[in-house]
C-alpha cells in the first residue's frame, strides 16, 4: 500500500492498520479460533463465539479489509483463513514496536 503522508513509513501505516483491526477482543478470538485450524466457515465460527452472526460479520470484515484474513465465497458459505504473509508481516512489525 503506498504511503499517502509523506510524514509516516509504509510500515507505520501498515502497523496502524493491523493495530486498528486487533483492537477489539472478537477481533482477537477470531485470530485465535482461525489460527487453530486451516480455516473456518462462517457459520461455525458463529456457533463457537458469544454474538450474533451479524456482528461477526462485521468483524471478519474489519479484519478482512485490515488484511489479516482471506474469505473464499462458495454460496451459500463463506470460508475464512488467516492470511499468512500479512500475518506473519504484522507479527514482525509489532515485535519490532514492543522490543
Known amino acids: 500500500m503506498?504511503?499517502?503522508?509523506?510524514y509516516f513509513s509504509e510500515k507505520q501505516i501498515d502497523l496502524a492498520r493491523f493495530a486498528k483491526a486487533l483492537g477489539h477482543p472478537v477481533r482477537i478470538a477470531i485470530?485465535?479460533?482461525l489460527g487453530?485450524?486451516?480455516?473456518?466457515?462462517?457459520?461455525d465460527m458463529a456457533e463457537e463465539l458469544p454474538i450474533a452472526k451479524s456482528t461477526l460479520s462485521q468483524h471478519l470484515n474489519e479484519l478482512k479489509d485490515a488484511g489479516l484474513i482471506q474469505g473464499t465465497i462458495?454460496?451459500?458459505t463463506v470460508k475464512y483463513c488467516i492470511n499468512r504473509e500479512n500475518y506473519e508481516l504484522a507479527k514482525s512489525l509489532l515485535n519490532n514496536l514492543v522490543k
Open 74 to 76: 462458495t454460496p451459500p
Open 31 to 33: 485470530l485465535e479460533l
Open 36 to 43: 487453530s485450524q486451516a480455516c473456518c466457515y462462517h457459520g
Open 2 to 6: 503506498p504511503t499517502k503522508d509523506p
